[in-house]
T-cell receptor, first 110, second 111 residues
């Protein structure tokens, strides 16, 4: 099973809202990732968790707040987003550096 | 600075017309090259990992090869369902979990 599950699939939020994106994997992978992808662009790394600890933060604005409650779960908390934050948000996991991605959350900020 | 360049940017083929996609890289020390397929609005689907020059991997109509400066994704007798964006990515150092992605090749197979 190489499945990474993301919820919700679609999200529309206002600039004053607080919402969370969720990601789950049951492959026993030690690393989990958040990527952001704009249309017709490659994925851009946001955060990496390794063994449940934040190991990489790619200078992401504080309105994005990651959380790794346990080795299978990864959350991305969103607050006071801007319209330019609208994008496809991808979660991924890996064990031997081959990343497996979820299907993503398409986020629209109004 | 590490760079990954994919060409062509877009490719239209007739069904059954074989071709190759290119991924060239300039990195300080390659520790893995990855190919992904991505459908619109979906997450990238893992295809292959290559680690050393001369390595080849195959999956159905796809074959990936690696040299010291580039990788090719060969597609043989493609079908319309092979239409997608194909992304390559490189990892530079062991212990570095960051992948550097190319901008992708949008492949369209015409029935």
């Amino acid at each position: 099973d190489t499945e990474v599950t993301q919820t919700p699939k679609h999200l529309v939020m206002g600039m004053t809202n607080k919402k969370s994106l969720k990601c789950e994997q049951h492959m026993g992978h030690r690393a989990m990732y958040w990527y952001k992808q704009k249309a017709k662009k490659p994925p851009e790394l946001m955060f990496v968790y390794s063994y449940e600890k934040l190991s990489i933060n790619e200078s992401v604005p504080s309105r994005f707040s990651p959380e790794c409650p346990n080795s299978s779960l990864l959350n991305l908390h969103l607050h006071a987003l801007q319209p330019e934050d609208s994008a496809l948000y991808l979660c991924a996991s890996s064990q031997d550096y081959s990343l497996f991605f979820g299907s993503g959350t398409q986020l629209s900020v109004l | 600075e590490d760079q990954v360049t994919q060409s062509p940017e877009a490719l239209r083929l007739q069904e059954g017309e074989s071709s190759s996609l290119n991924c060239s890289y300039t990195v300080s020390g390659l520790r893995g090259l990855f190919w992904y397929r991505q459908d619109p609005g979906k997450g990238p689907e893992f295809l292959f990992t290559l680690y050393s020059a001369g390595e080849e991997k195959e999956k159905e109509r796809l074959k990936a090869t690696l040299t010291k400066k580039e990788s090719f994704l060969h597609i043989t007798a493609p079908k319309p369902e092979d239409s997608a964006t194909y992304l390559c990515a490189v990892r530079v150092n062991f212990g570095n979990e960051k992948l550097t992605f190319g901008t992708g090749t949008r492949l369209t197979i015409i029935p």
